[in-house]
């Protein structure tokens, strides 16, 4: 099985608009870390937020929020007031345990257009 | 600040060839990290360092060895390229391992295409 899914291929959005990337996790293990990076068309790889299993609160990051439902294993990246610059792949990533090496696992992402 | 930094930036081997690609991180992580992305899907671990000194076989090592130099450089050699080795490759370092804070710091990716 799966265990990052990411549903949309590809989205567009209106600029100054927000937007909700989906992403689902599969995992037995209690304690885990779920990651958003963005991949522009330059191809780096830039980190854009984290969740901890153990968080209680949405984590936050300027423009960027997560919306975690733990017990419907989702962990939806929200952009808020999109920006032409936000055009760009977009991968949920998740770390299991607190072993070293873990790796991350990483979704098939998601594609997202903004539209002028 | 460099950050993670990657040589070369593109390459075109033909098959059967070797090289290896370098990586370097200035910011005292501990852990660095290899990964793949081929076209249209994330990216899959190849082998890892969780630090100085130790390396160990990610998702899909085959084909591939690895060299922790120092704590900075972690190098990824191909010693018979085959074309199914053609894709983007990303390095990474992360602070501190045994925590699942711990943040990976991605490289701006190396580019093999092997003919």
């Known amino acids: 099985a799966q265990k990052i899914t990411q549903t949309q291929p590809g989205m567009f959005v209106q600029e100054k608009e927000a937007v909700t990337l989906d992403c689902t996790y599969d995992?037995?293990?209690?304690?885990?870390?779920l990651f958003w990076y963005k991949q522009p068309s330059s191809g780096e790889m830039i980190f854009l937020i984290y969740?901890?299993?153990?968080?209680?609160q949405n984590a936050t990051e300027g423009r960027y929020s997560l919306n975690f439902q733990k017990a419907r294993k989702s962990a939806n990246l929200v952009i808020s007031a999109s920006q032409l610059g936000d055009s760009a792949m977009y991968f949920c990533?998740?770390?299991?345990?607190?072993?070293?090496?873990?790796?991350?696992?990483f979704g098939g992402g998601t594609r997202l257009m903004v539209k002028p | 600040n460099a950050g993670v930094t990657q040589t070369p930036k593109f390459q075109v081997l033909k098959t059967g060839q070797s090289m290896t690609l370098q990586c370097a991180q200035d910011?005292?992580?501990?852990?660095m990290y290899w990964y793949r992305q081929d076209p249209g899907m994330g990216l899959r671990l190849i082998y890892y360092?969780?630090?100085?000194?130790?390396?160990d076989k990610g998702e899909v090592p085959n084909g591939y060895n690895v060299s922790r130099l120092n704590k900075r450089e972690f190098s990824l050699r191909l010693e018979s390229a085959a074309p199914s080795q053609t894709s983007v490759y990303f390095c990474?370092?992360?602070?501190?391992?045994?925590?699942?804070?711990?943040?990976?710091?991605f490289g701006p990716g190396t580019r093999l295409t092997v003919l």
């Open positions: 990474a370092s992360s602070p501190n391992p045994s925590a699942n804070t711990d943040t990976q710091y």
């Open positions: 969740q901890g299993s153990y968080d209680q």
């Open positions: 990533a998740m770390r299991e345990g607190g072993n070293a090496g873990n790796m991350l696992t």
């Open positions: 910011m005292n992580h501990n852990s």
């Open positions: 995992t037995s293990d209690p304690s885990y870390g």
């Open positions: 360092s969780a630090s100085e000194g130790t390396t």
